[in-house]
């Protein structure tokens, strides 16, 4: 399907030189009086390379035929991630390296997006947020509340994000995926 580079999103796949591409980041740029054009930084799906491409915002693009499908992360074992397809139960298991940073937010049981384009797996759209214990942050001193600042916390699957003075280990915080920033604590 074609679109215009006008309708370019974070995340989408694209057919780029005849090859699986997936929008890591877009800016919209209006340059003086230059036309205006969205840079793109690309990452390729067979290599997992990332380039910068600069688009006219009136070009067109093609959109690749991405089908999804909901599938739930079962457990990792060595370099493979498994996964199980709500619908069919049909099992399926994808490479670590393949998916990325994105492995530090799964968790066993979670409901996640699988991006299939001719039957194969190409990547996985995680919850916007993902609630994750703290497994290791610096003890709480008395008055830090005050100075509104943060400290370092280490989250289940490997994650370190700033989380505020009052979060201690053992507490639940919800973590912003996309962004992998601290959102709020979730409980106890």
């Given at each position: 399907?074609?679109?215009?580079?006008?309708?370019?999103?974070?995340?989408?796949?694209l057919l780029f030189n005849n090859e699986l591409c997936?929008?890591?980041?877009?800016?919209?740029?209006?340059?003086?009086?230059?036309?205006?054009?969205?840079?793109?930084?690309?990452?390729?799906?067979?290599t997992g390379a990332i380039f910068q491409q600069r688009?006219?915002?009136?070009?067109?693009?093609?959109?690749?035929?991405?089908?999804?499908?909901?599938?739930?992360?079962?457990?990792?074992?060595?370099?493979?991630?498994?996964?199980?397809?709500?619908?069919?139960?049909?099992?399926?298991?994808?490479?670590?390296?393949?998916?990325?940073?994105?492995?530090?937010?799964?968790?066993?049981?979670?409901?996640?997006?699988?991006?299939?384009?001719?039957?194969?797996?190409?990547?996985?759209?995680?919850?916007?947020?993902?609630?994750?214990?703290?497994?290791?942050?610096?003890?709480n001193i008395r008055g830090n509340t005050a100075s509104?600042?943060?400290?370092?916390?280490?989250?289940?699957?490997?994650?370190?994000?700033?989380?505020?003075?009052?979060?201690?280990?053992?507490?639940?915080?919800?973590?912003?995926?996309?962004?992998?920033?601290?959102?709020?604590?979730?409980?106890?």
């Open positions: 399907m074609t679109i215009v580079a006008n309708d370019i999103r974070k995340g989408m796949i997936q929008v890591v980041e877009v800016e919209f740029v209006r340059p003086g009086n230059w036309r205006a054009m969205a840079q793109t930084k690309l990452r390729s799906i067979k688009f006219s915002t009136t070009e067109k693009v093609e959109d690749a035929a991405v089908e999804t499908r909901t599938m739930q992360f079962l457990y990792a074992s060595e370099h493979l991630l498994h996964f199980m397809d709500v619908q069919s139960y049909e099992q399926m298991e994808m490479n670590a390296e393949f998916v990325g940073d994105s492995t530090k937010f799964l968790k066993e049981q979670m409901e996640v997006v699988v991006k299939f384009y001719d039957g194969k797996a190409i990547g996985i759209e995680l919850p916007s947020s993902v609630e994750l214990e703290v497994i290791e942050a610096a003890p509104g600042g943060g400290k370092p916390a280490t989250l289940t699957g490997g994650h370190v994000c700033t989380v505020p003075f009052f979060v201690e280990v053992g507490n639940v915080v919800r973590v912003d995926t996309r962004t992998g920033e601290y959102l709020e604590r979730a409980g106890k």
